[in-house]
């Protein structure tokens, strides 16, 4: 039985930032919401966010969920004042209670699943996770008996010169048998450099309370400026492409790829420099993509290439071949075996199969059939001032070089448009629309006549 606790009321002066510190960004999701899924495996009962500084923008960022409880800490005194606010809420509560800091987002789920279990195998009230760092500066120190049990834990500025040789620093994380906690909660005492209630004083009355080291330090990694944002970006990246390359994907320069840890991927699917993918996309097997592309929010099926190009919301199947400087955005749905080439730009539009757009054009709120050829620059005029129309146009339909479609308008299957055509009016199946001027030619008309002769 655990119920997790997430330390989230501070301000984070040192982002230098309108943004409370957990609502930064890092890849798709805020370090809050990083946290909280960090302990999603354990399955916990409840999960507690004390919030503060702009609460209500942290608590926005949750709307809708109906498992994560908010607790204010009107006031930010310290990390134990922090826990105090919890009493009321977990009145009764007979079971352990993780507290998790709501700037560290790098902890594994193993990382947390271990603490648990070593606190509940030795039955500890209380167990810190604790790292040997290179540089501890800034940390709180940890000080063991020989039984690995902890006996004090001393600030950074609080240290003498002595205490600060040692490199066993806190992570801020713990698990808690919540009732001792309790009990001694309220003799907390803010008798320190920063007169604040540290939460790390409780140790000293709580016995057994046992240290458990991290293997890998950047897990519990603070962030406090946008330097460790940074980095913590970097640590992540590492993780997701190490993971991705495990599993048969082919990253090529990987330095300057990036990819959010919500994206899916396929085997064989090969990744090429300056390519970044975001939010929920998902790559089928044996895609290539990049040099050079973004694609956000996007399923692309099996096979495709996407060359220098920009994705957003959009669905594009199998065995298509996009760009370079191809643009698809909010609701483009490319079918099977589609070629969309060189400045082209389509918006909310299904394209069927087989189809070629290969040069120049806008489609937005159209439906083409299959094998239709767009010719180079053909438009649609989808947009009125004030509304947005639809064009449909059949299977196996051509559009001339340059033509304009002004919106509704609807062309059946197997038309041809003649080049520089603007249309305005439906075209039924088989048909040939000519919808320009014919062209007039003025003979001589460059000739000047000669000038009238002069009497003088
Ligand atoms: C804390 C620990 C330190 C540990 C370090 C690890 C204490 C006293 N010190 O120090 O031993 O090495 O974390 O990162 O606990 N917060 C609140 N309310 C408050 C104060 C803080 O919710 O009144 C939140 C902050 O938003 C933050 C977390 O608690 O998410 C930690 O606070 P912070 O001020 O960063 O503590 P540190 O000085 O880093
Ligand atoms: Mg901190």
Redesign the pocket.
Known sequence: MVAVA???????TRMKSTL???LHRLGGLTLVERVLESCRSLNPERQLL????QADAVRAQFQGRIDVEFVE?R????????IQQLLPHLQGYQGDLLVL????PLLRPETLQQLMQTHQQHQNVATVLTAHLPNPK?????FCDGNNHVTQ?V??RDCNDAQRKNHR?????YCFHWPRLAAILPQLQAN?D?Q??????VVQFLQPVMAMDVEDHLE???I?DRKQLASAYEVLQNRIKDQWMAAGVTLINPDSITIDDTVQIGTDVVIEPHSHLRGKTILGNGCRIGPGSLLEDSVVGEGTSILYSVVSQSTIASHCRIGPYSHLRGGAEISDHCRIGNFVEIKKSQIGPQTNVAHLSYLGDARLGERVNVGAGTITANYDGVNKHQTNIGNGTKTGANSVFVAPVTLGNSVTVAAGSVVTHDVPSDALVIARSRQRVIENWNIQPAPPASDS
């Open positions: 997430i330390l989230a009321a501070g301000k984070g409370p510190k957990v004390i919030v503060g500084y800490q006031q930010q005194l310290g990390t134990g004042h922090a800091n709501g700037d560290a800034g940390y709180g120190r940890v834990i600030e950074d620093i806190n992570g801020g994380i320190n920063q604040e209630y540290y939460l790390t004083d519990i990694s603070g406090n």
